[in-house]
């Protein structure tokens, strides 16, 4: 059940709604609690009904856990170890549902040992509430969490707002809000701006990444059927995934934050226009943001972050992302992706270590501009792997982008033709509605110039304004 299907929205959200309206006004306030809990379950379990008692499971036993470490009744000695059980029974449920497949393959790929690969469906959000727990226990170890109720903590991994994709949200900014009680003034006031930042949210959802999928799917589904992209062809569709996957992300949690909103919950912003980034450390402060602090905070820093010199620091650095990239999906080309990130960031830190990088040729307003291209320029080549199915493909597409095969001249044609057919062919300039959908039923196999006939233009400059 998708935020943006008609089932959510005509059906589901709205019996939520009355459901919590009525509870507010006629039950106590614990109800709403009581409410959003059974909603959200029965959200988890549209898609699969059995996993929600592995939800209610995984709920039960972290909850068990962490009143144990509450508990002042034990010693920093036992209380590590019993992090160390919950800790490990987090990550054994999600290293059998989501990587017991990856790495069975793996050890057959390497050993021949003839293991067959099981066939396991995939919990879905499993990753997001299993690092959520996560947090919660490492904190309440370290005796940041007080007192709390087990149908608050229900709620704080249930709710159904961020249940599926995030944002990854933390103990201490979640749970107080369940006690709070609101005026009139204020429940009309979240209202309100909530179903707002749900219908922008939802605008970005449908009506850009849609499109702009459109363009990545086609030029994917070519290098898939055999056939080379040209050039231009291959730039567009690099482009049109990183505007699909921001616009897709950013959309959904914008609608997650406008939902929690509707129900008096504020939920933490995930995106900052990161693709205004001058550098990747600038990228990630801005991208997938409860993320990035939820790396921070439980895996850099205890590794030592940047205390322990820059060697360290970068050997840090390339160990969070590598598990970042995993933590994405059980493939190859996440770690790629991963070790990318990585890697770039490790060279930002070293430059800003420069003096030099500080002086007043790299802080005018054309060296910013250059340098937002240039981080926008990697981000979207190292969406590839992130992308595409296998790293074979992922190579596919890099030949296509920089296909020199026909020379320098061969490839400024490839590029023309796509500025031409874009821009200068006046019998479309004014026929707005063709910058917004295909001009004709694409074919099963699109051809190896996939653009002829389709206009992604509008949909990129429109795309790029409200980045």
């Known amino acids: 059940m998708l935020f943006n299907s008609y089932l959510f929205i005509l059906a589901f959200l709205p019996l939520v709604f009355a459901g919590f309206v009525l509870a507010q006004r006629f039950l106590p306030a614990r109800m709403l609690v009581a409410w959003l809990v059974l909603s959200s379950l029965f959200y988890y379990g549209w898609w699969e009904p059995t996993f929600v008692l592995l939800l209610a499971g995984s709920i039960a036993v972290n909850a068990a856990f962490g009143k144990l470490l509450c508990s002042q009744q034990w010693q920093i000695r036992r209380s590590g170890l019993l992090l160390f059980f919950g800790v490990s029974f987090n990550f054994g449920l999600l290293a059998y549902f989501k990587y017991a497949g ?19 469906v995939l919990p879905i959000g499993i990753s997001f509430f299993t690092f959520q727990q ?38 201490a900014e979640m749970m107080p809000q369940f006690r709070i009680s609101r005026s009139e003034q204020i429940w009309h006031e979240d209202v309100g701006a909530g179903f707002s930042i749900f219908c922008f949210g939802l605008f970005k959802k449908v009506v850009i990444a849609d499109s702009c999928a459109v363009y990545a799917d086609a030029g994917y589904a070519t290098i898939s059927s055999g056939q080379a992209l040209d050039p231009a062809s291959a730039w567009i569709t690099v482009i049109a995934y990183s505007l699909q996957l921001y616009y897709d992300f950013s959309g959904y949690s914008d609608m997650a934050v406008g939902l929690a909103r509707i129900f008096g919950i504020r ?18 402060r801005r991208w997938h943001i409860t993320l990035s602090r939820f790396l921070r905070d439980y895996l850099y820093v205890p590794l030592g972050g940047s205390r322990t ?4 620091q970068y050997v840090n ?27 770039l960031l490790g060279i930002n830190h070293a430059w800003r270590a420069f003096p030099c990088s500080r002086h007043w040729l790299f802080a005018n307003a054309a060296s910013r501009a250059l340098s937002i291209l240039l ?12 992308r595409a199915e296998s790293l074979g493909q992922a190579s596919l597409v890099l030949d296509s982008l920089f296909d020199f095969s026909s020379g320098a001249e061969g490839y400024r044609e490839s590029l023309h033709y796509f500025a031409k057919q874009q821009f200068l062919d006046m019998g ?4 707005i ?29 429109l795309s790029v304004m409200l980045v």
Not at 323 to 332: I, K, P, S, T
Not at 428 to 431: K, M
Request: aromatic share 20%.
């Open 102 to 120: 990856f790495l069975l393959s793996n050890i057959d790929d390497l050993f021949g040992t003839g293991f067959g690969v099981p066939s396991i």
């Open 134 to 171: 996560i947090a919660f226990l490492v904190d309440a170890r370290r005796g940041l969490v007080k007192e709390f109720s087990w149908l608050d903590y229900a709620l704080f991994v249930t709710f159904f707002p961020q249940l599926i994709a995030g944002p990854i949200v933390h103990h």
């Open 267 to 284: 939920l933490p912003l995930n995106f900052n226009s990161p693709y205004k980034a001058t550098g990747f450390i600038d990228f990630w």
């Open 309 to 312: 010199g820059a060697i360290r």
């Open 317 to 343: 650095l390339a160990i969070v992302m590598l598990l970042g990239g995993l933590w994405h999906g059980a493939n190859w080309t996440f770690v790629i992706w991963g070790g990318l990130h990585g890697f």
């Open 375 to 386: 981080t926008f320029v990697l981000v979207s080549l190292a969406w590839i792997p992130f």
């Open 428 to 431: 479309y300039a004014f026929d």
């Open 433 to 461: 509605v063709s910058w917004f959908r295909p001009k004709e039923l694409w074919p099963a196999t699109p051809p190896p110039n996939f653009l002829s006939g389709y206009r992604p233009a509008g949909m990129f400059l």
